[in-house]
């Protein structure tokens, strides 16, 4: 299991690299690095619902949070770009915290309640709060982030750059996992009484891994501002919360590659749909962009009729059946436990 | 005071109207594999959710090795060295045999969440200790073979023990059994009595509610009978199966 998943991150280490190589179009650098920063929100999402047993659709307000502090510290009062993303995180943790603790000290998902309230909130401030976050206009002329005083101005940098943080969060987060505090993570998700019944203290636990998750979306958030340059409430309405858990949804709760799977999946979804509406349009249907949802729809449904556990689990199983059906063939005996 | 490990002092529970426990008093005697019996609805899982901190008292006191336990939180009564298993087996299916008994060395471990996150596993020495000594605690029931099989796919009997093993890795003072042969087959019950008297063996005291009356009186040194919340019997084995009111309220007049 442990070799699995270094092996999986190294292979991942390697298409990072490799990428830009064969994907010599700015185009589709970018797409890539949108989707880098749905992988980050992702990540920690997953470890809150997949290893805390809890649900978030308030995580958009998170990522809105942190692109507006950047924005605003950076644009408005010349901050570093780092502080100013250091600066978000500081916020999230003091506002997760403030939400976690009544919300998580109840039984049952009250957490996904409050959160969702809070996210329409954080999208209401956005948009009437118009001397603070310049309201429907937005704020423009955010920074770009430097590193080692080198400015990331190419699409390239930005998507070695952002995918590097992914990569990080990755390790960051399996590091978690395979922990004492990981195991009284899942323990929780198993079973409350029990691990309570062990010394675990539960509430804690659990709002302490929700301002964690709190935190990646920040930064998913403050790596957005910097990219893009400019920021509106447009993307940050509860549709962005509620797509982030779906993310989460299709590509597996119970595992941290499900979910950077699901992220890229859906992330690069629209790209694809748009790339053979051209296709369609050959054989005379008239594809619309509106017909999306209608797509998002079904292929969530399908996933989670078929492979309720997520693409992920789908594919490990689907090797797994292969890798048995071909020493049965090789008259060997599988070893499946 | 010091002879008794835990002490129940009038304690009482009301659900509503409905008394559950109704000013019981008891003393366990260090030391010792004590059983807590009666009718189904007796309010014996009420006691040990009582003692366990799921539950607070409606009023008594509980005292544990001299200390006052109301209104403690569950997590608390772990550090203070009490483990318990449940009735409905309790384990982590998710989780494999092995770290299911990792979970239990918690209390034994210190890692905070920025320690955990920013060292990978190998780099830290307690991680290696924690699985040393859930590796010992494995070894000890014989579960050895299947320390990385999923826990869930375990048969009951194997889940049971698997519920008693991580309990033990806490090194309580006092374990608290919730009828651990239930649903267990002849041979496996009386497996189940070999290790309670191996854990007793270890210094630690068992308190356990059952219904096999003949594990009961092989294993115990004491039994208390409860019925509708109320104490109404206890000693030895043999005083308590001579009791005409225990007879009574198992049988019937």
């Known amino acids: ?332 005996p599988s070893r499946r436990v | 005071m010091s002879d008794s490990i835990l002490e129940l002092e009038n304690l009482r529970k009301n659900f509503g109207g409905v008394v559950a426990v109704s000013d019981l008093s008891l003393k366990i005697r260090r030391g010792t594999v004590s059983s807590l019996i009666g009718p189904n609805g007796a309010g014996k899982t009420t006691i040990f959710n009582l003692v366990t901190g799921f539950l607070s008292p409606s009023s008594g006191q509980i005292y544990f090795a001299g200390r006052r336990l109301n209104k403690i939180k569950p997590h608390m009564t772990a550090s203070v060295g009490i483990g318990r298993t449940f009735q409905n087996v309790q384990i982590f299916s998710n989780m494999s045999v092995l770290e299911n008994i990792m979970v239990g060395r918690h209390l034994r471990s210190r890692a905070g969440i920025f320690y955990s996150s920013f060292f990978p596993p190998f780099l830290r020495k307690e991680e290696n200790t924690i699985r040393e000594d859930a590796e010992k605690q494995l070894t000890f029931l014989g579960l050895d073979q299947y320390a990385d099989v999923p826990a869930g796919s375990l048969p009951l009997g194997n889940q049971r023990m698997l519920e008693i093993a991580r309990a033990l890795a806490l090194e309580p003072k006092l374990l608290l059994l919730d009828e651990p042969a239930s649903g267990l087959n002849a041979r496996e019950t009386i497996a189940m009595g070999g290790l309670i008297e191996k854990i007793k063996n270890m210094n630690i005291t068992v308190l356990l509610v059952e219904h096999d009356m003949e594990l009961v009186m092989d294993i115990s040194d004491h039994v208390a009978v409860v019925n509708f919340g109320r104490l109404i019997a206890e000693g030895t084995p043999i005083e308590v199966q001579e009791n005409p009111d225990v007879i009574t309220a198992y049988l019937g007049e």
């Open chain 1, 1 to 332: 299991m442990k070799g699995k998943n270094s092996a999986g991150f190294i292979a991942f280490i390697i298409a990072i690299i490799v990428i830009p190589f064969i994907i010599n179009n700015d185009y589709y650098i970018g797409v890539l690095v949108f989707t880098a920063f749905n992988c980050l929100a992702c990540i920690g999402l997953c470890l809150l619902m997949g290893y805390a047993g809890q649900i978030s659709i308030g995580h958009g307000a998170f990522v809105a949070i942190g692109a507006y502090t950047s924005a605003i510290l950076t644009s408005k009062l010349a901050w570093s770009p780092w502080l100013a993303m250091l600066c978000g995180i500081a916020i999230v943790v003091v506002i997760a915290f403030c939400i976690g603790i009544p919300a998580l000290r109840l039984k049952g998902h009250y957490l996904a309640m409050a959160t969702l309230g809070f996210a329409s909130i954080i999208h209401i401030v956005a948009v009437a709060a118009v001397d603070l976050t310049g309201g429907p206009s937005g704020i423009v002329s955010i920074p770009r982030l430097g590193l080692f005083g080198h400015v990331l101005s190419s699409d390239t940098q930005y998507f070695y750059f952002s995918w590097g943080v992914v990569a990080f969060g990755i390790y960051i987060a399996f590091n978690l996992i395979n922990s004492r505090v990981g195991r009284g993570l899942q323990a929780i998700h198993g079973s409350e009484d029990a691990a309570s019944s062990l010394g675990i203290n539960i509430t804690s636990y659990k709002v302490k891994v929700f301002i964690l998750s709190a935190v990646y979306a920040s930064v998913s958030g403050s790596l957005y501002a910097y990219y893009v340059n400019y920021i509106d409430p447009g993307p940050f309405d509860v549709m962005l919360s509620i797509l982030l858990v779906t993310m989460v949804a299709v590509g597996g709760l119970h595992h941290i590659w499900g979910a950077v799977i699901g992220a890229i999946v859906l992330s690069l979804l629209p790209e694809f749909l748009s790339f053979i509406s051209g296709y369609l349009q050959v054989i005379g249907i008239k594809y619309q962009p509106d017909y999306d949802t209608l797509v998002y729809g079904g292929i969530l449904l399908i996933i989670m009729l078929f492979l309720p556990e997520g693409i992920f689990k789908g594919i490990d199983g689907a090797i797994g059946n292969v890798k048995s059906f071909f020493l049965k063939v090789a008259g060997r």
